[in-house]
Each structure stands twice: as C-alpha cells, then as structure tokens.
C-alpha cells in the first residue's frame, strides 16, 4: 500500500475482481484534492463488463462463505478491524488528502470503521438468534423455528462525504451475515476504499468473497443494481439517486437498503444550557464542511433565549477557522468539489433573494484556491424558501424562533425527510416528550452527533428505507425462513 502520496503519472487499480487487481474496461479519471483544486491522483475504473465478472466471482464465492462457520467470519472481520487500525496514519493522511477533513474529523472516520468491523465480529459469535431459534405454536403436535441466513450477493454504493464511515457500515455487517460483496466508491473519493480493499485483502478472505469496483454511479451503480446476480442492494447518497435505484430494483423485486437524505432540526428549549446549546449547533451544522445527511441546519429556538443565542452562535460561527486539513487549528475543511462549492453559493443566494438575512458567511473564503465556503447563519429564513426546506448540503444554518414546545414540534416535523434531530434541554420531562412527537430516525439529547455501531441509523419519510448499524444492520443482509415440522414424522 503505497497510497500516502499518490503519483499522479501512475493510474491506481481501482478494480478488484476475485482477488485479482486490474485496471479495469472503464476510463482512467482524475481525483481532485478539494482544499487545493488540484490532480491528486488518477484511477483506472471498471465499466459493466467488469460488474458481470464481478458477479460470477461473488456468486462462486457465496456457497463456502455462506456457509462458514460464524467463528470464521468473525475471524475475518477482526483482522480487517486489526490492518485498518496498523494502517490509520496512512488511513488520516489519504482522507485529509482526497476528502479535504481536518485530520481530527479523519481520524473519527477511521476508528468509527475499526469499531465497526469489530463490533460485528463479536455480534456474530454470541447472537444466537442469528443461527436458528425455536417458535412457540398453538398447536402441540408441531415443532416450528426459523432461520437467518445470507441474502446472497450484495451490491454495496457509497457516498462521498463519509467514504471510510459508510463503507464499513455496510462492508462489516454484510460479510458478517455470510454475504459476498461488490463494493462501488463514489468516484470523487475512491482512494481510502482502495486502501481498505487491500486491507480486506490481506485479511484473507477467500478470491470473490470482496469486489471493488470505482467507476461512474451512471454506468457502473446502474449495472450493479439492475443485475440479476445481484441479491440486495445497500445505497447511501441522494434522494434523486435513491429513487433510481429503488425503480430499478422493483423490476426484479429486488430487496434494497436506502439512507438518503435529511433537513433535521436542532430544538434550544429555553432551559438549555446556552453554551452547551452553540456547540451543538456548531457541530451540527458545520461539521465536515456541513456536508452530512444528519446536519441539524434548522436550528429552532425558544423566544426567551433566542437573541442571546443567535448572538453567541453568529460569533462562535464566524470564528471558525476554515482551511487546508493542514493548516494550523482548522476546525472547517473544503467542499468536497468545485460543483459541490457552486450548488452550495447558488442556495446562498436564493436565500437572500428569497428575504432570508445573512448574518455571516456567504460566500466562498477568498484567497484560497480550494472548494471553501465561510460559515453562514441566516435569519428570518421564510417557511417556503429552499435554504429552509431543501438540502444543502454545505456549512448553512437556519434560525428560527418558537414558542412552546407544540410549535417546536410541528416545524420541525413539518419537512420530506426525517433522519435525526437534537434537543437541547435540562428536563427529562421535555426531552421525552420531544423525542416521542419527532418522526426522526435518531435523536439526540445535550449530546453532539455521536453515533455507536451498537444502535441504528436510519430515517423515516424521504430518508429512506431500513436501518444500518446494531443488529439491524446485520438483519438488513439477512433473509428470515421458518420450518415447521409435524411431530412424529421422523425415521431417527
């Protein structure tokens, strides 16, 4: 793994089919360093003819891997937990490079993939559910139980903005469940799965088990999903994407897993702890450059304390040191494209020309060749404008006053998607109450966004379809069959 500083006159193999690496039949394409705008490497990528080889390897593979024994499987996951780990300074340094993260958000990334690696590894040798268990019928001259076994082949399409994060998400708990796996990066961040895949690699999975494939979502996802040897889906990216993918999949009623898109809310009731409440919000918002599905970028606040907190958010946000990942105490990188940096600036301007007030931020951080944009609040942002109802996607936040906790409640349920939501409060009281009325995925209460591979992710509404993560993501690769058998009926 010679990744740390990619030479730019070499293409990368960013193929791997049935443990061999090649440079695939797709086009050789350039990867852009977001905090500098320039060529950071050059990939070779696969096109559908590969995504068929890649079919037969995984399909060959299924049997033995379905069937091995769940010590085997846990075995494998926890030397992937184990090369991630030996590799983390590699690890931090490619995503700082190719993702544009400050090296502590790099380094979260990371050892969230460690720990779900391992923690799937633990899942399966002491969850015996997984294997088999009895069910109590009405009538006593049956026996009756069930099973849990692999889906099949998985095709697994991750984003862009977590690439390290997602991936494992949906990696782990896949071979875990016994299935085998194709493996598609998004196209601006593929180089810290192609350091993860030699890592799998080296685990020592059986040829075929794991297949990476970077190439166009157009051309390379569309094949993945539409394959007839394809037995799941697991998609993570937008709403647009993720209502292709679902159309698609219908067609040979094919099971899929979509976590798409969020608008969440964060709740300041007014006994909050005011500093505590910045903080969240700044976490929530700003956090890898705002570009997250869960950013809580419409922050409601209750009349009392809304003009001390606006007043300390606006200058803890206008504070934040954007820049390189490498640049002394960065707290914000880059978007992560020149595309991402111009879609962001459009909603910015949509926002004022819709009436919204600009209290800092708008624009792009000048002096700096990269994808920056500055912090930016907004105030009195109408109920009907895009920057309020839409996602962004990039570091923009929106205030807003209300007054008890009802109204609190119906704007924030009051959107398409329904990911997380924050509520900051002293009262157990109101936090229950909250966090029953909100029909989000996740919530989180005084806490910023941390999230654990033992509890799930998933939303409700436009944010998609099943959950990632706990035992549920480990059920999302799994296929439920019972057997009943009549008493009596055997010879032995």
């Known amino acids: 793994m010679t990744m740390m500083t990619p030479d730019i006159s070499q293409p990368v193999y960013g193929v791997l089919i049935n443990g061999v690496w090649s440079a695939g039949q797709g086009e050789v394409f350039t990867v852009v360093n977001p905090s500098t705008a320039q060529p950071l490497a050059t990939v070779h990528t696969a096109s559908s003819a590969d995504v068929n080889l890649a079919v037969e390897a995984a399909r060959k593979a299924l049997p033995a891997w379905k069937h091995a024994s769940p010590q085997h499987r846990a075995d494998c996951l926890k030397r992937i937990a184990q090369g991630i780990a030996a590799a983390k300074d590699e690890l931090v340094a490619m995503q700082m490079q190719n993702s544009g ?123 993945i999903v539409e394959h007839p040897g394809i037995d799941k889906v697991s998609f993570t ?161 929106c205030l807003r006053i209300f007054k008890d906790d009802a109204e609190a409640i119906r704007i924030a349920n009051d959107s398409d998607f329904g990911l997380v939501a924050t509520v900051a409060t002293r009262s157990q009281q109101r936090a229950n109450t909250l966090a029953r009325a909100l029909h989000v995925g996740m919530v989180w209460v005084n806490s910023p966004q941390v999230i654990f591979p033992h509890t799930s992710w998933g939303g409700m509404k436009q944010s998609g379809i099943g959950r990632e993560l706990g035992p549920w993501g480990l059920r999302a690769f799994q296929q439920l069959k019972h057997v009943v058998t009549l008493k009596g009926s055997m010879a032995d």
């Open 237 to 397: 990216g937008s709403n647009a994407v993720g209502r292709k993918v679902m159309a698609a999949a219908a067609r040979q009623t094919k099971p899929v897993s979509l976590e798409l898109g969020g608008k969440s809310a964060l709740i300041v009731c007014g006994d909050a702890d005011l500093d505590n409440a910045v903080d969240l919000a700044l976490k929530g918002v700003y956090f890898n450059a705002g570009q997250m599905c869960s950013a809580t970028s419409r922050i409601l606040v209750e009349e009392g304390i809304y003009p001390a907190f606006r007043e300390k958010f606006v200058a803890a946000a206008a504070a934040l040191v954007v820049g390189a990942p490498d640049t002394d105490a960065v707290e914000m990188g880059p978007l992560i494209s020149e595309t991402q940096q111009k879609r962001v600036l459009s909603y910015i301007e949509a926002g004022k020309a819709a009436g919204a007030v600009c209290l800092t931020g708008g624009q792009a951080l000048a002096g700096q060749a990269g994808f920056f944009v500055t912090p930016t609040v907004f105030d009195r942002v109408p109920d009907d404008s895009a920057i309020w109802r839409e996602e962004i996607f990039g570091p923009v936040a």
């Open 101 to 223: 993260k400050p090296a502590f958000e790099a380094e979260l990334d990371v050892g969230d993939a460690i720990a779900t690696f391992e923690y799937y590894a633990d899942l399966i040798t002491r969850d015996d559910r997984q294997l088999e268990a009895s069910v109590d019928v009405p009538d006593d001259g049956f026996d009756a139980g069930y099973l849990l076994e692999a889906c099949g082949v998985a095709g697994l399409i991750v984003p862009w903005n977590f690439p390290m994060v997602t991936t494992a998400w949906k990696v782990a708990p896949a071979l875990a469940a016994g299935c085998t796996v194709l493996l598609k990066p998004a196209e601006l961040t593929p180089l810290t799965e192609i350091m993860l895949a030699h890592i799998i690699q080296d685990a020592g999975l059986p040829a075929g088990v794991f297949n990476l494939l970077v190439g166009a979502g157009s051309e390379v996802g569309a094949a």
